[in-house]
């Protein structure tokens, strides 16, 4: 529960409106672009797959595709920024661009998610309901908006430090329970409260330095509890895993690739820099186990190792990319 809180509040802060209009809207555009061109082409590939693999209803399917989709479209900011720092300067445009789509097209993956979540119900063989889903979806805004609206309320400016921190734990418990009871998506929830926090609170309020203060506990939270659903996985997956790592840096590179010859008219975007987007971190994994935690059955354990292998292999190729893409050697001051 920490770690699925922490990772959708994590991001959805990142989510104020007044930062999101001082980007160039075709970044924005670009970015919608290559995540739903890569989370398409996953989705149908796993489909595929998990329709041959498993007898399983098309619900299931469906489901289970959406998570491989939205987990495969995400990117990381992370291992962009590390080996970013050790690129000439001359590539500071480029890493720009690269931190913006990776930032970005995290927001309608776990969009994408809290609506699965909402109108697919977690029941054995599958459920589907447009009833509960748009009321599912209303209370979900509620919700989230009444719990920003009580962290609001709650008088912290006489704590302490570590009291805060207590405080903060507390209110990532309770929104991520109130998402397991409901079975709903406790990383959708979590964003809805972030991005309401975001544009409500001020930008040196305590709770974004208990944020980036915990990052690193709550990363090892997430992968502890991988571990712990890790399994012994047949030939199979780690096949189709195989398939859909080199699909998905394909996609990205394309996709991107499309996106800048259709919004920008100079060659803004290095040719090929999309498969610099190769990192999925630590949300992936978290997406991974928001659906294997609520929902039964073998979709969510094929999804899940899928899931998992993809993430260890394209966070072991990610440095590699991002300098092959953009070049590793510093010019020194005569400009070599």
């Known amino acids: 529960?920490?770690?699925?809180?922490?990772?959708?509040?994590?991001?959805?802060?990142?989510?104020?409106?007044?930062?999101?209009?001082k980007i160039d809207?075709?970044?924005?555009?670009?970015?919608?672009?290559?995540?739903?061109?890569?989370?398409?082409?996953?989705?149908?590939?796993?489909?595929?797959?998990?329709?041959?693999?498993?007898?399983?209803?098309?619900?299931?399917?469906a489901v289970a595709s959406g998570?491989?989709?939205?987990?495969?479209?995400?990117?990381?900011?992370?291992?962009?920024?590390?080996?970013?720092?050790?690129?000439?300067?001359?590539?500071?445009?480029?890493?720009?661009?690269?931190?913006?789509?990776?930032?970005?097209?995290?927001?309608?993956?776990?969009?994408?998610?809290?609506?699965?979540?909402?109108?697919?119900?977690?029941?054995p063989?599958?459920?589907?309901?447009?009833?509960?889903g748009f009321s599912m979806m209303f209370y979900s805004l509620i919700i989230s908006a009444a719990l920003a609206g009580v962290f609001l309320l709650f008088d912290r400016k006489s704590l302490s430090e570590g009291e805060n921190l207590a405080v903060f734990i507390g209110f990532l418990i309770l929104i991520?329970?109130?998402?397991?009871y409901l079975s709903l998506s406790p990383l959708f929830l979590s964003l809805l409260v972030g991005v309401f926090l975001a544009n409500t609170l001020q930008p040196d309020d305590m709770i974004y330095v208990s944020l980036h203060s915990t990052e690193?506990?709550?990363?090892?939270?997430?992968?502890?509890?991988?571990?712990?659903?890790?399994?012994?996985y047949t030939l199979e997956i780690w096949a189709l895993a195989g398939v859909l790592i080199?699909?998905?840096?394909?996609?990205?590179?394309?996709?991107v690739d499309a996106g800048a010859r259709l919004l920008f008219k100079t060659d803004k975007l290095q040719k090929g820099i999309g498969q610099a987007l190769g990192a999925q971190g630590a949300l992936a994994l978290a997406i991974g186990l928001n659906y294997i935690l609520i929902y039964p059955g073998q979709a969510p354990k094929l999804a899940f190792g899928v899931i998992a292998i993809s993430v260890i292999a394209n966070e072991a190729l990610a440095p590699w990319l991002i300098q092959k893409t953009l070049g590793n050697h510093k010019t020194d001051e005569t400009g070599r």
């Open 1 to 21: 529960a920490l770690g699925l809180g922490w990772v959708g509040l994590i991001f959805g802060v990142q989510m104020r409106v007044s930062d999101l209009r």
């Open 25 to 61: 809207p075709a970044m924005k555009l670009l970015t919608l672009i290559q995540a739903a061109l890569v989370g398409v082409g996953l989705f149908f590939i796993f489909a595929l797959a998990s329709s041959i693999l498993l007898g399983i209803s098309w619900i299931e399917i």
């Open 67 to 123: 998570i491989v989709a939205c987990a495969g479209a995400i990117s990381s900011p992370t291992a962009i920024s590390l080996v970013g720092a050790r690129l000439d300067r001359s590539k500071s445009p480029q890493l720009r661009a690269l931190m913006i789509i990776a930032t970005l097209d995290i927001a309608p993956a776990l969009i994408v998610i809290g609506v699965l979540f909402c109108f697919f119900t977690a029941e």
């Open 125 to 132: 063989g599958g459920g589907f309901s447009l009833a509960r």
């Open 176 to 180: 991520t329970g109130i998402a397991f």
């Open 216 to 232: 690193k506990q709550f990363y090892v939270i997430v992968l502890i509890v991988s571990g712990m659903w890790w399994q012994s």
């Open 246 to 255: 080199v699909v998905r840096l394909w996609l990205k590179r394309e996709s």
